[in-house]
T-cell receptor, first 118, second 115 residues
Framework: GAVVSQHPSWVICKSGTSVKIECRSL??????MFWYRQFPKQSLMLMAT?????????EQGVEKDKFLINHASLTLSTLTVTSAHPEDSSFYIC??????????????FGPGTRLTVL | AQTVTQSQPEMSVQEAETVTLSCTYD???????LFWYKQPPSRQMILVIR??????QNATENRFSVNFQKAAKSFSLKISDSQLGDTAMYFC????????????FGTGTRLKVLA
């Protein structure tokens, strides 16, 4: 139980294009999802909190117009990197708060998406 | 503001031996959760163990156990009978029991299990 999927697992795009990453909770409903960015050999850096049916809450320093987050249903959140540039290349990880038991005290993580911008 | 400190950037242990990873945190909250996550080379974050602060009993999950010292704000992870598959980055995380449900992560400890 408590499975979270991410799609795609890796993507290569040209500079200036937009890329959408999907995060799905497969066996539970998640009213809250989180998006992280992880640089090599570093910890996870929280980018934003995604709440179903409302606007995402972005961490300080994260450009909301560049990293568009939509949480349209209880099982799906999407992160769109708009006008991507090489410095946006990174490993992006989502997590969903909850579990099949309905508890809301643990985050379950997706497998991550490696984005490379050429 | 809460902080989480993992003071051991890297550790190694022989297969079948026991290793302890340290984690300390700073908070003024009384109710919270603590977690250990494992991130193997695949980079999938896997929940290892969780502890509710209001519970005095230390959490255990098979070969993994914690030593939770609330007064000292310490939350160490003990791995018994280490296996090659335990080789990974281990992150300690803190979450308040109310509010935003955001995690505060430590910087991680890279554990290598040696054959």
């Amino acid at each position: 139980g408590a499975v979270v999927s991410q799609h795609p697992s890796w993507v290569i795009c040209k500079s200036g294009t937009s890329v959408k990453i999907e995060c799905r909770s497969l066996d539970f409903q998640a009213t809250t999802m989180f998006w992280y960015r992880q640089f090599p050999k570093q910890s996870l850096m929280l980018m934003a909190t995604s709440n179903e049916g409302s606007k995402a809450t972005y961490e300080q320093g994260v450009e909301k117009d560049k990293f568009l987050i939509n949480h349209a249903s209880l099982t799906l959140s999407t992160l769109t990197v708009t006008s991507a540039h090489p410095e946006d290349s990174s490993f992006y990880i989502c997590s969903a708060l909850g579990a099949p038991t309905g508890s809301t005290d643990t985050q379950y993580f997706g497998p991550g998406t490696r984005l490379t911008v050429l | 503001a809460q902080t989480v400190t993992q003071s051991q950037p890297e550790m190694s242990v022989q297969e079948a031996e026991t290793v302890t990873l340290s984690c300390t945190y700073d908070t003024s909250e009384n109710n919270y959760y603590l977690f250990w996550y494992k991130q193997p080379p695949s980079r999938q974050m896997i929940l290892v163990i969780r502890q509710e602060a209001y519970k005095q009993q230390n959490a255990t999950e098979n070969r993994f156990s914690v030593n939770f010292q609330k007064a000292a704000k310490s939350f160490s992870l003990k791995i018994s009978d280490s296996q090659l598959g335990d080789t990974a980055m281990y992150f300690c995380a803190f979450m308040r029991s109310s509010g935003t449900y955001k995690y505060i992560f430590g910087t991680g400890t890279r554990l290598k299990v040696l054959a």
